[in-house]
């Protein structure tokens, strides 16, 4: 059976046809060395295409989420803006006064009720 392979091996169409042109065994070692070595450097410029690729999808996805991290602190942003507004309003003194008068039925103290404490 091996007898059969190495037969098969050695009438193939590649290598009669290297016989033919009178190639001999060292020049098809050769030229298969050679594309052994381009075959190994297309793998090696591929792989390293590929992570070429890779690294500039990684790099947009990035980008976008980047984005939409920036729009929402921006969002955010104006949100603290407008309640440390409406908090100074909720604090302003006329507010508070008006407050006191209308729902407390609270009255400014008379000159009687006041009391000095001196230090």
């Known amino acids: 059976m091996s007898q059969i392979s190495a037969d098969y091996i050695n009438y193939s169409p590649a290598h009669r046809l290297l016989q033919k042109q009178g190639v001999g065994a060292k020049a098809t070692a050769v030229q298969n060395k050679f594309v052994k070595r381009w075959v190994l450097w297309l793998l090696f410029i591929t792989a390293l295409a590929l992570f070429y690729v890779w690294s500039r999808v990684q790099v947009v996805q990035l980008g976008y989420e980047t984005s939409a991290l920036k729009r929402t602190t921006d969002e ?23 407050i006191a008068k209308t729902k407390l039925s609270m009255q400014p103290p008379a000159s009687d009720q006041i009391v000095l404490i001196k230090p």
């Not at 942003?77 to 006064?97: H, N, T």
């Open 76 to 98: 955010l942003g104006k949100q603290a803006s407008m309640l440390e507004i409406e908090i100074a309003k909720l604090k302003s003194p006329a507010r508070l006064e008006n």
